[in-house]
């Protein structure tokens, strides 16, 4: 059983689309990290979310507590941002860390 | 300010050798987190350390250990290592750790075991 679960696994889009990368989680959290992974492994974290939304360019991220679930959207997509999307949670009871399988994203120019 | 740094950044080791990697965080973080990356089983998390106290551990055999020393830096230890092994291991520092606030990673080390 995952208890973190993202979709879409893949996808690819036009530039200039407007995506939705979505994770559903099923512990209590403390937070919700949102991670960009680029060929050749190198990662970053994108958001960190305990509540609400957050934006960042042209990132935005939001999260609903009570149902359990987050959404990163990427406005205006451009080829650069190809890369894995990984959602990762901590967990509010022993502090574990889980992580989604990520979302592998193309950007067709 | 420097980043996160992993050294080395690439290890090939043979069944039932023990390897150490060396993780040097952002200055001023106190935290760091080891993670484990494969493509069967994406990422997963290994252990956190804070002010050199091992503060919460993932599922991981005991032949998985780590440290922390006085200067934040942090070091992990694989025994008997085991074809699985295979995989990226990450680093990540932060300030206060706990994933409550953000997660610097390193650019990890690849370890293949033959």
């Known amino acids: 059983k995952n208890e973190v679960e993202q979709s879409p696994q893949n996808l690819t889009a036009q530039e200039g689309e407007f995506i939705t990368i979505n994770c559903s989680y099923s512990?209590?959290?403390?937070?919700l990290h949102w991670l960009q992974q680029h060929p050749g492994g190198g990662i970053v974290s994108l958001f960190m979310?305990?509540?609400g939304k957050k934006k960042h360019g042209r990132l935005i991220a939001t999260i609903n507590i009570q149902e359990k679930h987050s959404s990163l959207h990427i406005t205006a997509s451009h080829p650069r941002d190809s890369a894995v999307y990984i959602c990762?949670?901590?967990?509010?009871?022993?502090?574990?860390?889980?992580f989604g399988t990520g979302t592998s994203l193309t950007v067709i120019p | 300010k420097a980043g996160v740094t992993q050294t080395p950044r690439y290890l090939i080791k043979t069944r039932g050798q023990q390897v150490t990697l060396s993780c040097s965080p952002i200055?001023?973080?106190?935290?760091v987190s080891w993670y484990q990356q494969t493509p069967g089983q994406g990422l997963q998390f290994l252990f956190e350390?804070?002010?050199?106290?091992?503060?919460n551990k993932g599922n991981f055999p005991g032949r998985f250990s780590g440290r922390q020393f006085s200067n934040s830096r942090s070091e992990m230890n694989v025994s008997t290592l085991e074809l699985g092994d295979s995989a990226l291991y990450l680093c990540?520092?932060?300030?206060?750790?706990?994933?409550?606030?953000?997660?610097?990673f390193g650019p990890g080390t690849r370890l293949t075991v033959l």
């Open positions: 990762a949670v901590r967990r509010d009871t022993g502090n574990q860390f889980y």
């Open positions: 350390y804070f002010s050199e106290t091992q503060r």
């Open positions: 979310l305990s509540s």
């Open positions: 200055s001023g973080h106190r935290s």
């Open positions: 990540a520092s932060s300030q206060q750790g706990y994933g409550t606030d953000t997660q610097y």
């Open positions: 512990v209590g959290i403390s937070a």
